[in-house]
């Protein structure tokens, strides 16, 4: 987990329980801290270092790493388990999400990347915006890969030594998953998502807004050009992701929220 200053403490503290709550205990939770935390955010981590084991909850500075990929990547070299378990600090576990996650690795172990759907609230957690479904077997993915992020990174799980093997996080400043995951196909490793939800994100009626305007437009189409250069797209299916990110991330708020209904959620 990568956690900001500006994070809200009271999301910190839900994501941090629904860890908690689980089937099966983390090993490990590693929080890579980005900036100086206030007291708040402090404060709500000691208190779940006290209820987890001793050890457990592990909280490191990120140093002079800047930004989700970099922060990751940090958390990811200090990894001690078999898997890392991927997941954001403002979201929620459902409380068998470990158990599948590893259940489906041992029952499948050609597998090395496996994600979830995820399903889509408001801030409060209360009203439930909708559903991101994903395709479930490694055919189906490497499909949708050309075209968008078969996968929801905040429900993803992967095998630490072949993440560590292709390099990590690409430091790209938006859709470094997209990339990231890019890489464990173009090598040949197989992906699956299971076909129930495991996480509850919590994304707000400002979803869209964070995903508009040209700062976003650029990291995404700087991750575009990453997953070119590796040879998972060719030069059509580049330009075609120029040109479409390019519109899309134009157009008027309400239109993309159309959009994402009608394409993107169920």
């Not at 990894?79 to 999400?97: H, M, N, Q, S, W």
């Not at 030594?161 to 890019?182: H, Q």
Request: charged content about 25%.
């Amino acid at each position: 987990m990568s956690l900001f200053w500006k994070e809200n403490p009271a999301y910190l503290d839900d994501s941090l329980q629904s860890l908690y709550n689980q089937t099966v205990a983390p090993g490990e939770i590693i929080l890579v801290s980005e900036g100086v935390l206030p007291p708040q955010l402090t404060e709500v981590l000691n208190k779940w270092k006290a209820r987890f084991k001793e050890g457990v909850l592990r909280v490191v500075d990120a140093g002079n790493a800047k930004g989700l990929p970099a922060c990751l990547n940090v958390g990811m070299k200090l990894a001690r388990g078999k898997y890392i378990i991927r997941f954001d600090t403002d979201d929620v576990c459902l409380p068998e999400r470990i158990e599948k996650q590893l259940a489906f690795f041992k029952d499948n172990p050609e597998v090395v990347l496996l994600s979830a759907p995820i399903a889509e609230f408001d801030l409060e957690m209360k009203t439930k915006l909708g559903v991101r479904n994903l395709p479930a077997t490694h055919e189906e993915i490497y499909k949708m890969a050309k075209w968008r992020d078969p996968f929801n990174h905040p429900a993803s799980a992967y095998l630490t030594e072949v993440a560590l093997k292709l390099g990590g996080y690409p430091l790209v400043s938006a859709a470094e998953d997209y990339a990231f995951f890019s890489i464990f196909l173009i090598n040949g490793y197989k992906a699956a998502n299971l076909k129930e939800v495991i996480v509850n994100a919590r994304t707000g009626s400002n979803f869209v807004n964070r995903r508009k305007g040209m700062k976003f437009l650029k990291g995404e189409l700087n991750s575009h050009a990453f997953i070119r250069k590796i040879g998972f797209h060719s030069t059509p299916v580049y330009l075609f992701h120029v040109v479409s990110k390019t519109i899309v991330r134009n157009l008027p708020a309400g239109l993309l929220i159309k959009i994402y209904k009608r394409f993107l959620r169920s």
